[in-house]
């Protein structure tokens, strides 16, 4: 074994058959030191997270955003984990449509949901920390419904699990014993907390995140739960006034190096090359965010001129656009009930919307019309094609 390995090997038994499961030492490593390249890529992340509180700040409605951006990262962090889901997919189920995949793939996503907005108001109104309480509330709700449920939501795992391969035996890495799971966890909640040495936020962040991985103390979610994490975290400790720093993309299109890297940490106590990849995922999703945000602007500012261009039309067909701007797939009988406008003048204003080349017709049922924002919804797509 490497002699820099970041833990120890301790013997767990599935089904007869004795394997070696790893256990992860407690953070920090030992002569931890942040290397002047670490420390450069720390505060370029830093610079980049203000830009985007910046962008945010100059939005006309940071509600529609997070509604919307909080979608796409729970649409991508269960992609990573095989759902086929799409962002309309996941829009026609909260709207009580059926979904053009399977069920269990949109219930997780909507799941994960869910489980951030109840992590934010834990951290916001009720002032809580993070730690294992919260993860383990995050858990249950990330598995409450769908394909996870059954695997004991909210609870540390009583069994051995393993990740790649059929069984133990041949797996790529097994992950600590049941009955260390407990002790780990507690030792990473101590870190989370700990103000007596000075790590950078961010860089903590991400430190944290390989840790809880290497736990793996969930029979099922931890992938999703482990990048949830990141924006708690960050939000927590007021490095992000809003949660709009998603990896889940960043993480999706660099999957090898990430799972590589995952592994050199462990084995070789890698941290330097980890953290300059989490830093850099951390640089660019914010700067990708930043720029989503400001083309958002951009279409609904040039959008609303086209409408006021029809004329005495426009009054009803603003505000529907502006009802689509919080989501870009709605039916007609939806929108009539948020605006209180009538079923015909929704209609009308719709059609006119139709004809201005900003919506497109998604479904016609006997029920009524679907309709979706073209543009933005695309915008919102990107990257969120399925995993080849």
């Known amino acids: 074994m490497p002699s820099k390995i970041s833990g120890c090997y301790k013997t767990s038994t599935v ?3 004795s394997v070696q499961a790893f256990v992860p030492n407690p953070l920090p490593p030992e002569d931890f030191q ?11 992340a830093n610079r980049a997270l203000g830009r985007l509180d910046m962008a945010t700040l100059q939005l006309p409605d940071l509600g529609q955003f997070l509604y919307v951006y909080i979608r796409k990262e729970a649409l991508l962090s269960s992609q990573i984990e095989g759902t086929q889901s799409s962002f309309a997919d996941l829009l026609l189920f909260e709207n009580n449509e059926l979904p053009g995949v399977p069920l269990d793939d949109v219930v997780e996503v ?4 869910a489980a951030i907005n109840h992590g934010l108001k834990r951290i916001r109104e009720d002032d809580f920390p993070v730690c294992v309480r919260l993860i383990k509330e995050l858990h249950s709700i990330l598995l409450r419904k769908g394909r996870g449920e059954h695997k004991t939501p909210g609870e540390f795992r009583q069994s051995q699990n393993w990740i790649g391969g059929t069984r133990p035996g041949n797996a790529g890495f097994v992950p600590p014993p049941k009955e260390l799971v407990e002790e780990c966890m507690s030792d990473l909640e101590k870190f989370i907390h700990d103000d007596t040495r000075y790590i950078p936020v961010i860089i903590r962040t991400g430190m944290v995140h390989i840790q809880f991985e290497t736990i793996h ?3 099922d979610g931890n992938g999703r739960l482990g990048r949830l994490l990141i924006p708690l975290l960050l939000c927590s400790k007021g490095v992000l006034k809003e949660p709009i720093l998603y990896l ?7 999957r090898n190096e990430y799972y590589e890297l995952l592994q050199k940490v462990r084995t070789e106590s890698d941290w330097e090359s980890w953290l300059r990849f989490f830093l850099r995922g ?4 914010a700067d990708q965010a930043v720029g989503t945000a400001l083309e958002l602007r951009k279409l609904f500012e040039s959008d609303g001129k086209l409408i006021e261009s029809i004329g005495r039309a426009a009054g009803s ?3 529907v656009h502006e009802c689509l701007r919080h989501n870009p797939v709605q039916s007609i009988a939806g929108i009539t009930k948020k605006l209180t406008l009538s079923y015909p003048a929704v209609s009308k204003a719709m059609k006119n919307l139709e004809e201005l080349g900003i919506v497109r017709l998604l479904r016609d049922r006997e029920k009524g019309k679907i309709f979706y924002y073209e543009k933005y919804l695309r915008i919102l797509e990107r990257g969120t094609e399925p995993l080849q």
């Open 34 to 44: 942040l290397s002047p390249e670490i420390q450069y890529l720390n505060e370029q």
């Open 15 to 17: 089904a007869g058959e």
């Open 217 to 219: 103390p969930f029979l």
């Open 317 to 319: 067909a603003l505000r």
């Open 110 to 113: 909507s799941n994960y949901v």
């Open 248 to 254: 889940s993309v960043f993480f999706k299109g660099n």
């Open 282 to 285: 951390v640089i660019e999703t």
